[in-house]
Every structure is written in C-alpha cells, then in structure tokens.
C-alpha cells in the first residue's frame, strides 16, 4: 500500500509567516509552493525547493488569483484567457526557481478560490487543466476527488492525482465544509489519522453528517498555517507507516510510472 502527503508551503506573508515550514518539509513528501500571487516571493520559492531537495521531497506549483490582500481567498470573476495567463505565469516563475535550483518541478495544485471555484465549474477546472498541459505535459494536476476538477483532467486526458484533506470535514457533495463553520477543522492529531484511514480503507470521502462518497484518493494534504499543523502531520505519518503504507513523492507513485 502506497500514498502521499502534501502540504501547502511558502507562503510567506503577513497571514502566513510560514514558521512551519522547515519542520513539515522533513515529514511531508510533497510541497505545494505559493508563486507569489498570494503569497510568497522569488526567493521563497527558492529557499522552499532547496530544503525540498535536502529532504527528497517533491515540488510544484500552487497558483492563485494574484490577490495578496486576501491571501487568494477571494473569488474573482477571469475569462478564459485571463485565466490561462494567470496560470501559465506562474507556472513560469517556479520554472525559472526549478532551473536555478536544479530540481525539477512535478505538479500543479490550484490555491484557495481558484481551487473552490475549480471544484464547482467544469470550465473553469478544463481551462486550468488545459494551461497545465500547453505549458508540460508532464506535470501532474492535483485535484480535489469527486469535484468538477477531476471530471476535467480525465476530459483533457492529463495525468492528475485525486486528492483528500487530513484535517477538513466534508459536506454531502463532497466539497470541503467552509472555513466559516465552526466544524470545517480537524485539529487533533488522533481525530485527523482515524479520518484518513477510514478514507484510504473505504476508498471514500465520509461527510460530516456520515454519507459515505466512493472515490480515488491518491494524495492527502495537511495545511501548513493549522495551528497543530506538525503534530498532526508526526502523527499521521507515523499512524500510516505503522499500518504498512508506504509514503512516496508524488511522482514516485505506481499511477505515475
């Protein structure tokens, strides 16, 4: 049995001051990095990749509405072109971080309101897939399972990885329960494992109310500004090798070779 963690990291700004980071990059196998539009910076980025690299953890880019103010999280109305320039530029700028750090990059993983609205428009999530794929092929696109996103990267026929929350709760239809309630976290370290295992065990997505949701799950991201981010992340991680899942990059996965 195999899986993967991701974690959102380097973003560095006055919501964020990303003080996680160095700890989770030692015990995730994947990192999602902010490329500057909400958060972070050139050389964030850079520093990210090279403690990546130190502890053989895959990279890639985490695009995003370029809305610092609101670390991403607001929803913003783009037209299909302004969409995939959005995309694309960013892109650009971890590629250029990858090459000055020779390491390559592997993914693409949508930030905040664009992901949210991803998962609820099939264009949306087709366009983001389609800028992807114009700019290489070879990257993986992270994608929430069950969503309109994985629906789109199996339209556009790229390589994608379906992905479940460590320590988000779900509503019936599969999407993250908003940060607004009261019951959107999952803080203790024991409540997030038994969520994950139950998930990977089932292959499903349980809802809070209890509805069972059948899916693929590939990938499992624990958020880096949780304020048990590494706790948690210690005790999953040790929770699934104790029950023999083996933890690998992202790109080392079975799917993806």
Do not use: W
């Amino acid at each position: 049995m195999e899986t993967n963690i991701n974690s959102d990291l380097g973003e560095s700004s006055e919501y964020n001051p990303t003080k996680n980071d160095t700890e989770l990059l030692q015990i995730v196998n994947t990192a999602n990095i902010a490329c500057g539009y909400h958060a972070g910076d050139l050389a964030t980025i850079k520093k990210t990749i090279q403690l990546a690299k130190i502890n053989n953890v895959s990279v890639g880019a985490h695009p995003s509405f370029k809305d610092r103010e609101n670390f991403g999280r607001k929803r913003i109305k783009l037209t299909k072109t302004e969409v995939k320039k959005l995309v694309i530029d960013q892109l650009e700028i971890m590629a250029i971080a990858c090459d000055e750090e020779n390491y390559k990059s592997t993914h693409v993983k949508p930030h905040g309101a664009l992901n949210n609205m991803a998962c609820e428009d099939f264009e949306l999530a087709f366009t983001i897939g389609e800028a992807i794929k114009e700019f290489d092929k070879n990257l993986i696109y992270m994608v929430l399972a069950q969503s309109e996103m994985e629906k789109a990267a199996q339209k556009i026929n790229i390589s994608y990885a379906a992905e479940v929350f460590a320590d988000r709760n779900y509503e019936d239809n599969a999407t993250l329960v908003s940060r607004s309630m009261k019951n959107a976290l999952i803080t203790k370290p024991e409540d997030s494992l038994s969520h994950v295992l139950k998930m990977l065990e089932n292959k499903s997505i349980f809802s809070y109310s209890g509805k069972q949701i059948p899916c693929q799950i590939d990938t499992i991201c624990i958020h880096s500004d949780g304020p048990t981010a590494v706790p948690l992340a210690k005790y999953l991680i040790k929770g699934l090798k104790e029950r023999g899942y083996q933890l690998k990059t992202l790109n080392s996965l079975i799917k993806f070779n």
